[in-house]
């Protein structure tokens, strides 16, 4: 690998499960790893015991130990730790984001530096080395950089290089993409509590029957019509199901739930402009 000394900024959610699947799948040795985050020392302390990774508080440790940066904050605290570390991120570095709905360009604008930066959606699922990860190029990025992060995120699920102008959908799409399903297991899990079912047969049921229907659609690579088509005989079980479905605009549902969550990363992506951009304005008049 070109770049092997991996930094992440941030240890929530998304970092802990992407450490978890670099050390556990040995894609990265965890002296390699260097973790900082704002204020939660436990997480730290955590993921240096699970991982035995480097973890300070120093973002500036962070940086002179490693040549690709992954940003692993929420977009509303990017503005803030762009500004930290736009004194100390070299051009030589990778900058690498998970951010949803914060661009290329709307990064390399607050750093003023010629920097490579590729956007990165993954999902939780890096945890067990399944994640769906999008994965597009910035202005000033090449297919190295490209290759370097494919390699990193392949380690952790599937990779799919797209054009950075889809990031919002697939964030709405893969990245929130693992929510739904659980939504669906949860509602599945209701249904089978009403009924009497003891919870654990109703777990075990539900989810190898989503395992089942994943695997099906991966390794058949059927259509997804085709394989319910297989499952639903006329005037079946099946039928009466998804009938019901139909008649409760499912398929309207799916389709608004995924824009509203493209829509929420577009206005995300939008608000972290309108504070950078209230901010120059800002630091402009007490400049002049
Ligand atoms: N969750 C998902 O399924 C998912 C999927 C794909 C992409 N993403 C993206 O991944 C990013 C992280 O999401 P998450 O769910 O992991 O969030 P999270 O669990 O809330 O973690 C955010 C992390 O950012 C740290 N942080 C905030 N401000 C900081 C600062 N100034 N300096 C250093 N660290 C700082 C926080 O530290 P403290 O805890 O110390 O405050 C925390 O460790 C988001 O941008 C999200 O859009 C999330």
């Known amino acids: ?72 904050v929420k977009p509303q605290d990017m503005q803030e730790v762009l500004k930290e570390i736009k004194p100390i991120i070299s051009e030589k570095q990778l900058l690498i984001t998970v951010a949803a709905g914060i661009t290329t360009d709307a990064i390399a604008s607050v750093l003023k530096k010629n920097i490579a930066i590729i956007r990165v959606m993954p999902n939780t699922s890096c945890a067990v080395g399944a994640s769906a990860t999008a994965i597009a190029k910035g202005k000033l990025a090449n297919d ?46 209701k249904a089978a509590a009403s009924h009497g079912l003891s919870k654990e047969t109703a777990r075990k049921l539900i989810v190898q029957t989503l395992y089942g229907a994943a695997v099906m659609l991966k390794e058949t690579s059927e259509e997804p019509a085709v394989l319910r088509e297989k499952v639903t005989s006329p005037d079946g079980t099946t039928y009466a199901a998804l009938k019901i479905f139909e008649r409760m605009g499912f398929e309207n549902t799916i389709t608004k739930a995924i824009s509203g969550a493209t829509v929420r990363c577009t206005e995300l992506g939008q608000e972290f402009l309108d504070v950078y951009q209230l901010s120059e304005i800002s630091d402009n008049r007490k400049s002049s």
């Open 144 to 189: 190295r950089h490209l290759a370097t992060a494919s390699k990193l995120f392949e380690s952790l699920g599937e990779v799919a290089v797209v054009e950075e102008k889809d990031m919002d959908f697939i964030t709405g799409l893969s990245g929130s993409g693992p929510a739904y399903f659980y939504y669906m297991v949860e509602q599945m899990q």
């Open 1 to 72: 690998m070109i770049y092997n000394k991996i930094g992440f900024i941030g240890a929530g959610s998304v970092v802990q499960t992407m450490v978890k699947g670099l050390v556990e799948n040995d894609v990265v040795k965890s002296h390699k790893i260097w973790v900082t985050n704002r204020k939660n020392r436990a997480h730290l302390l955590d993921l240096w015991k699970k991982y035995n990774v480097n973890c300070t508080v120093d973002k500036k440790k962070v940086l002179d130990n490693t040549d690709t940066i992954i940003l692993g």
